[in-house]
């Protein structure tokens, strides 16, 4: 059914969508380091340092996400949403101030970090991002939980 990439054509099983979301704490966004080159993949929040004037480093592009190419990674989570343009899909895997105000049910944050459809895939206990720089940052993935287990031993 998600290959229809029709955001009115989805099934959402109860035990996905009523009880857990799973989500990344850390959006991405895709920036042009002059306007001119293509873009690449940063953790929002060094950018926002950056151009806030806080920043103590210069943001370094993603190279691997979880060990793979990032550009390959990307690609493919984009496929978990509801857009039928590939663009489209791709663009939603990044935070994007214009939608932050729908607030859940929008991709604010971007896919990768867990909102829109992206907050029902499971991204698996841990992200690890490694960047240009030769550095690397692992992430601790988290499940919110939607419904109250009071009383559930």
């Known amino acids: 059914m998600q290959s229809t990439h029709d955001g009115h054509f989805v ?11 799973f989500a990344r704490p850390v959006p991405l966004v895709s920036v042009s380091s002059d306007g001119k080159e293509l873009p690449q993949p940063y953790v ?3 950018v926002l340092a950056e151009s806030l004037g806080s920043a103590t ?9 979880d ?3 990032a550009k390959d990674f990307l690609e493919n989570w984009a496929q ?17 101030l214009a939608t932050v ?11 990768f970090a867990g909102s829109g459809r992206g907050r029902w895939i499971y991204p698996g206990p841990t992200t690890e991002l ?3 720089n030769g550095t690397s940052r ?4 988290f499940a919110k939980v939607l419904i109250p287990f009071d009383g559930i031993t």
Request: charged share 15%; glycine share 12%.
């Open 11 to 21: 099934y959402v099983p109860d035990v996905v969508g009523t009880v857990f979301n």
């Open 130 to 132: 490694t960047f240009e």
């Open 44 to 46: 929002y929040a060094d």
């Open 80 to 96: 978990y949403g509801s857009l039928q343009d590939r663009d489209a899909l791709y663009n939603n895997v990044f935070y994007e």
């Open 57 to 65: 480093f210069t943001p370094s592009p993603i190279t691997h996400i």
């Open 138 to 141: 692992t992430y601790d993935n």
């Open 67 to 69: 060990g793979e190419d």
């Open 101 to 111: 105000s729908l607030g859940p049910v929008g991709s604010g944050i971007g896919t």
